[in-house]
T-cell receptor, first 117, second 113 residues
Framework: GAVVSQHPSRVICKSGTSVKIECRSLDFQATTMFWYRQFPKKSLMLMATSNEGSKATYEQGVEKDKFLINHASLTLSTLTVTSAHPEDSSFYIC?????????????FGPGTRLTVT | GEDVEQSLFLSVREGDSSVINCTYTDSSSTYLYWYKQEPGAGLQLLTYIFSNMDMKQDQRLTVLLNKKDKHLSLRIADTQTGDSAIYFCAESGGGQAGTALIFGKGTTLSVSS
């Protein structure tokens, strides 16, 4: 099946610093990647849609200057949380569209646990 | 707006069948999905069903879709302790496959031996 990786899996940073999270599709090309945020005991909240070579589309309420997304290639998208605050602590999950099932399947990365102290 | 609802908890005994239910509101949804999430991990795609299908079976998994009632269910036959996880129902937003998914809050399945 299609594999999506995320790096790092866990990160602890100090308030005010920036953190970059990478999302890679390892064995397929993903023209579109999605970034989600998951709160404890809650569902996934879509943050933004990232298309290779173009600007990301952010969901309402998501600050694009705080959550910088770069989709540099067909296999890599990055999410940078700038000037992190404790309320940004969360589980961030990316997904990539494509893979063996093609257009209709989305494969998720293992997630990145961000803790801001 | 679009909404996906699931019951939050389900407990079954090992060997029994589990049925996880989901309702959605977007009648234009083209694809409906079931994902599994184990503790601390990402989401694993279990199966999906196209809206013109009523049923899809894949080994121990059976998906039933009642499009009229906007009701989706996932049946796991011969449930094992390794099936304990959170199961998310999701629909393709805006009725377009491959767009971002709209998720329910997830059903926590607990399997006791």
């Amino acid at each position: 099946g299609a594999v999506v990786s995320q790096h790092p899996s866990r990160v602890i940073c100090k308030s005010g610093t920036s953190v970059k999270i990478e999302c890679r599709s390892l064995d397929f090309q993903a023209t579109t990647m999605f970034w989600y945020r998951q709160f404890p005991k809650k569902s996934l909240m879509l943050m933004a849609t990232s298309n290779e070579g173009s600007k990301a589309t952010y969901e309402q309420g998501v600050e694009k200057d705080k959550f910088l997304i770069n989709h540099a290639s067909l296999t890599l998208s990055t999410l940078t949380v700038t000037s992190a605050h404790p309320e940004d602590s969360s589980f961030y999950i990316c997904s990539a569209r494509g893979g063996p099932g093609g257009y209709y399947e989305q494969y998720f990365g293992p997630g990145t646990r961000l803790t801001v102290t | 707006g679009e909404d996906v609802e699931q019951s939050l908890f389900l407990s079954v005994r090992e060997g029994d069948s589990s049925v996880i239910n989901c309702t959605y509101t977007d009648s234009s949804s083209t694809y409906l999905y079931w994902y599994k999430q184990e503790p601390g991990a990402g989401l694993q795609l279990l199966t999906y069903i196209f809206s013109n299908m009523d049923m899809k079976q894949d080994q121990r998994l059976t998906v039933l879709l009642n499009k009229k009632d906007k009701h989706l269910s996932l049946r796991i036959a011969d449930t094992q302790t390794g099936d304990s996880a959170i199961y998310f129902c999701a629909e393709s937003g805006g009725g377009q496959a491959g767009t971002a998914l709209i998720f329910g809050k997830g059903t926590t399945l607990s399997v006791s031996s």
